[in-house]
């Protein structure tokens, strides 16, 4: 972590601190306001996908309580999820506008792009962890039927270079470096082709316009069910309980490739403590509906809340572990 980065963390560790310290008389406090008459939950990918998905579900959840009298989701694409972030910056801090993220544009990006329009440590504050998922590997029709799992899709790989292409949902997330990391313990180049968020490469991949696409394993169980496309593998350290007959990498005998990422709300950055609270135990609230939880699960989602400072935590410590893996495979958005 850079000496600047590390100091935003103090910072930001500390503030998250005190929220959590705020307590019970923090949420007491809240509860008296009046409900703020519109929320924005904000994503950076198109309808359609998984953020999206739980963006709307946990909207509809805020809706008509002590929080909100009304609740919407704005999409905000581009850039692979970092308009969204940006443009928390020098939003109202009141709770009316929350920013709702994957992991990778807050412990990733910081890593790949040397001029990040946004500090993921200042710019944004923790409100709570919503859930957490698996990534899948899947090939479509333009990969033969005979390949069933991920050492045989290597294999054909590379008898077939010209056809070695996989998708994800932007560059620099985490689906992406999955697929550059399988390449390199097969030893071939996998192609990367970005998209706009997962639900179009998965159109592509059903289509046959591209090959593979590694993707939130959500994503993938509607048209694997259909017999449209196949999985190869699953990132979890466990098989996923939405995909329980597909074998891990790590089953497949690739052991370092062990990866899940997680979903997160956040205020901008200098929210009051107060806010935060009130927005915490709203979103928690909404989180912890029996439709919320199995309307998520039908997207691979499995859902999980926190403190802000639980969340602060793990993101320092997502951070912390990407940073020698991005080094590794020696990725920079920049060039």
């Known amino acids: 972590m850079s000496s600047s980065n590390r100091r935003a963390f103090v910072r930001y560790s500390t503030a998250a601190a005190a929220l959590a310290a705020f307590g019970v008389s923090g949420r007491a406090g809240a509860q008296g306001t009046q409900p703020l008459e519109v929320v924005k939950l904000i994503t950076g990918f198109p309808p359609g996908g998984t953020s999206d998905t739980l963006c709307r579900r946990v909207a509809e959840g ?5 929080y909100a009298k009304s609740a919407i989701v704005e999409n905000k694409p581009g850039a692979g999820g970092q308009i969204a972030v940006q443009s928390m910056k020098g939003a109202p801090t009141d709770g009316s506008v929350l920013l709702q993220t994957p992991a990778s544009m807050l ?7 040397k001029n990040l329009a946004y500090n993921a440590f200042t710019d944004v504050t923790p409100v709570t962890l919503a859930c957490v998922f698996d990534f899948g ?15 045989e ?4 790989c ?34 990367h082709v970005p998209y706009r968020g997962s639900a179009p490469a998965v159109a592509d991949l059903v289509a046959g316009q591209i090959q593979a696409v590694s993707g939130p394993v959500g994503e993938f169980t509607q048209q694997a069910n259909a017999g449209k ?26 052991k370092d490739l062990v990866f899940s990422e997680w979903f997160g709300f956040f205020a901008p950055g200098g929210t009051p403590a ?24 039908v997207m691979g989602l499995e859902v999980k809340s926190s403190t802000p400072q639980e969340l602060a935590t793990l993101l320092k410590e997502s951070y912390d572990r990407w ?5 590794k495979i020696g990725f920079t958005a920049d060039s």
Request: net charge positive; with cysteine; proline share 9%.
């Open 274 to 297: 107060p806010v935060v609270m009130r927005a915490n135990g709203a979103l928690r609230t909404a989180l912890a509906q029996k439709d919320v939880i199995d309307g998520l699960a």
């Open 62 to 66: 805020l809706k008509g309580t002590a």
């Open 229 to 254: 496309i196949r999985f190869l593998g699953v990132s979890g350290a466990t098989r996923s309980r939405f995909a329980p007959n597909v074998p891990t990498f790590a089953e497949q005998g690739y």
């Open 323 to 327: 940073g020698p893996i991005v080094k």
């Open 137 to 151: 590997f899947c090939v479509g029709p333009a990969v033969p039927d005979g390949v069933k799992n991920i050492p």
């Open 107 to 113: 412990m990733i990006y910081p890593h790949i792009y």
């Open 153 to 156: 899709f290597l294999a054909w």
């Open 158 to 191: 590379k008898a077939n270079p010209d056809k070695a292409n996989y998708g994800s949902p932007a560059a620099g997330s985490v689906p992406h470096f999955i697929g550059v990391l399988l390449g390199q313990a097969g030893g071939i180049e996998l192609k």
